[in-house]
């Protein structure tokens, strides 16, 4: 551990924020990133006191929570982050000290073919909850977010990264929903004085992530003998994170990043999308022959690149594991719980 994260630690237990008995709502927590954060904050804060809302969609898992759903410091709450009084009641209940929110709609796909469910979740629910932050007097409010806000970057500048002040620029009525959302939430933190933090992070991998996902449905057909299906020629390219190091920048972001700051996570793992199936495929030891090139999405962007420099300098946070480790240990986890799909609600 570097001289700079372990300041950063000892920084930690002084810090205001950084003490036992706190109460956090995180939202979206039966989701994909949502449930692993969870996980990490039980086990790294074990008096901290965790309240899951989620509506349980049909990427709502409550199963993604079962080795902690006995926990009495763990209240699972099924609400919609767009219904104010089912979001105040909660409030009034546990009166948080912080509130994480991953509830979204985040598929591409999906808001290319229905974008108001995407606009409502997306930007109403975070209103909501924000109001109720500044009803309730809320320590911090966190909005996870996405690379994508930043739109793409050529492939033939591998140069260029996005930081923190490119400009946003996004492609699809999903990153505009959660542009649009980082733009109320610096609003809020402006005109109420709402103490806010955005993380703008790039492609998570890793368990629990829904198949229709990339990388599961890769794992998941492969393992049937399907077809894999990849957009256009494949030459897509995105950074990939392992969720777990994403939920360390997380925790580092809520308990010592600046009001009003923007944070970009990412991997440092730029990676085509055909030569991420084939390696999936030399994984199972399957051939590339299934790989079915299909129609490209509508708006495609080209690459994502997200420039970390700044979490690292302010917060010491670094990813921890690298892609070959990471991904094997996402393959393993898939072919280990080929039944897990089958009970997401």
Same mark, same amino acid.
């Given at each position: 551990m570097g001289n700079g994260t372990e300041q950063v630690k000892n920084e930690l237990l $002084?810090? @205001? #924020?950084?003490? %036992?008995d706190r $109460?956090?709502?995180?939202t979206g927590g039966a989701g994909f990133i949502g449930s692993n954060f969870i996980l990490y904050m039980l086990e790294t804060y074990p008096d901290y006191r965790v309240i899951c809302v989620d509506k349980l969609t049909y990427a709502g898992n409550l199963s993604n929570l079962a080795a902690v759903m006995d926990r009495q410091n763990l209240r699972f709450v099924k609400a919609d982050i767009c219904d104010r009084g089912a979001v105040y009641q909660v409030f009034e209940e546990e009166h948080p000290d912080i509130v994480v929110n991953f509830a979204a709609e985040s598929h591409v796909d999906r808001s290319i073919e229905a974008p108001s469910v995407f606009l409502e979740t997306n930007i109403t629910g975070t209103a909501v909850l924000? *109001?109720?932050c500044c009803k309730y007097g809320i320590r911090r409010f966190h909005q996870v977010s996405t690379d994508e806000v930043y739109g793409d970057l %050529? #492939? *033939?500048? %591998? *140069? #260029?990264l996005f930081d923190e002040e490119t400009p946003l620029r996004t492609s699809s009525p999903y990153s505009a929903s959660k542009a649009s959302a980082d733009l109320l939430v610096q609003a809020y933190c402006r005109t109420y004085g709402l103490q806010t933090t955005i993380s703008r992070c790039s492609?998570?991998?890793g368990p629990f992530q829904f198949p229709e996902k990339f990388i599961p449905r890769m794992i998941l057909n492969a393992l049937e003998d399907k077809p894999l299906p990849v957009y256009g020629k494949g030459i897509n390219v995105r950074d990939w994170l392992y969720v777990t190091d994403h939920c360390r920048a997380i925790d580092l972001i809520i308990h010592r990043g600046k009001d009003g700051e923007v944070y970009n996570v990412g991997g440092h793992n730029e990676m085509k999308n055909i030569d991420l199936v084939r390696f999936i495929c030399r994984e199972l030891g399957k051939p590339e022959s299934l790989i079915t090139?299909? @129609? *490209?999405?509508k708006g495609h962007d080209l690459r994502y690149a997200i420039d970390p420099s700044k979490i690292y300098a302010e917060l010491g946070w670094k990813p921890e594991i690298g892609f070959e480790e990471g991904i094997r240990? $996402?393959?393993?986890?898939?072919? @280990?719980?080929r039944d897990w799909r089958f009970t997401n609600i």
């Open positions: $002084t810090n @205001e #924020l950084f003490q %036992p $109460t956090i709502i995180v924000m *109001d109720a %050529p #492939l *033939d500048r %591998p *140069d #260029l492609n998570n991998y090139f299909v @129609e *490209d999405r240990k $996402t393959i393993r986890w898939y072919c @280990e719980n």
